[in-house]
């Protein structure tokens, strides 16, 4: 049994307290290799913010578990290299699917993992995220459950339609689960294509999206006062990346995400926690390209990973300051 507070890492509670009292949002940051998380620790110690850094089911496939947890441990202590003397790093499972893999992650040094039952019944999800619940709160991890489905492919999570989270049900659920955080769906989708060119309107030459259920959300937020709300797949998809990455090679296509100011307004609300993981996939591709395209006799990857986690690192503080306003709130 590794715990985390043997790594300095920090569980969610206070964290997403503090937050949603402050009326700001946790950044929740994917990471599956080394510069992403030095990208991420730089960005949270420049910008004084208290970071998730989540794991999925493919970045263990990718990365391996152990690997990773140790990559995070390493994160508290570049933190404080870094001029950070009490860093706030949390490491998350990201869609844990199973007792098992909750559990294994729990023995292993993680302080918070998510249950994801959503595609399940509504009892079977119940008493699965009661299961582990019960198992993690021995230990002091924190646990987010979900209700409603969220559309989308990323990673091995996959719908192919949503189902909003129904307000009715969230007062029996958080109750009987015992969970800490809840993962809701009002309109946000996993990966880089959340919406198709015919579900938005043209504005000024942009396509917008159609807006967050926030009615959906006051209603569950009037239900639960003062509750930790989690939003997954809220990736914005910057057009700049994406049009660099279409410069230098790349064929992505109508790739649209959740516009910011959305995401900062329900930052505001209980919303303590987003889900950001294509933004850093666009931006360190992106920066990949570009480099490449421009310097074709280079083959060094320190050459080209650089600029990649020099560019994610921006996309992160952009995040911090301007979209979730988590800047300054360590301590
Ligand atoms: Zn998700």
Do not use: W
Not at 97 to 103: G, L, M, N, W
Not at 154 to 183: N, Q
Not at 252 to 269: F, M, N, V, Y
């Amino acid at each position: 049994m590794i715990s985390y507070k043997e790594l300095g890492l920090v569980n969610t509670k206070e964290m997403f307290a503090k937050a949603v009292k402050g009326g700001y949002a946790i950044p929740a940051f994917n990471f599956n290799t080394m510069e992403q998380m030095q990208a991420i620790v730089q960005a949270a110690v420049e910008t004084k913010s208290p970071v998730i850094m989540q794991v999925s089911k493919g970045a263990r496939n990718y990365a391996n578990g152990t690997i990773l947890r140790n990559l995070a441990k390493g994160a508290v202590e570049y933190a404080k290299e870094l001029g950070c003397e009490n860093p706030e790093i949390v490491l998350h499972l990201d869609h844990g699917d199973s007792f098992e893999i909750c559990k294994e992650c729990i023995d292993n040094g993680f302080s918070s993992v998510m249950i994801d039952g959503s595609h399940l019944p509504y009892e079977e999800n119940v008493a699965l995220a009661k299961k582990v619940v019960e198992y993690a709160h021995q230990y002091d991890v924190t646990v987010e459950a979900e209700l409603g489905v969220l559309a989308g492919v990323e990673d091995e999570v996959c719908a192919a339609e949503s189902h909003y989270t129904k307000p009715e049900e969230v007062i029996d659920f958080a109750t009987r689960t015992g969970c800490d955080s809840l993962a809701i769906s009002i309109g946000t989708s996993h990966g880089a294509h959340k919406f198709t060119p015919e579900q938005c309107t043209l504005v000024n030459g942009v396509l917008v999206p159609p807006p967050l259920a926030f009615d959906i959300l006051a209603e569950i937020e009037a239900k639960l006062p003062g509750f930790p709300i989690v939003l997954h797949g809220s990736s914005s998809v910057p057009q700049e990346e994406v049009e660099t990455i279409n410069k230098y090679g790349g064929a992505l296509k109508a790739a649209i995400g959740i516009p910011e100011d959305q995401l900062r307004q329900a930052s505001k609300s209980a919303v303590c926690k987003i889900n950001i993981d294509s933004d850093s996939r666009l931006a360190m591709t992106a920066a990949v390209r570009k480099y490449l395209a421009e310097n074709p006799s280079h083959f060094d990857p320190r050459q080209y990973l650089k600029p990649a986690r020099d560019n994610m690192k921006k996309m992160y503080i952009h995040k911090i300051v301007n979209v979730l306003g988590s800047d300054n709130k360590l301590g």
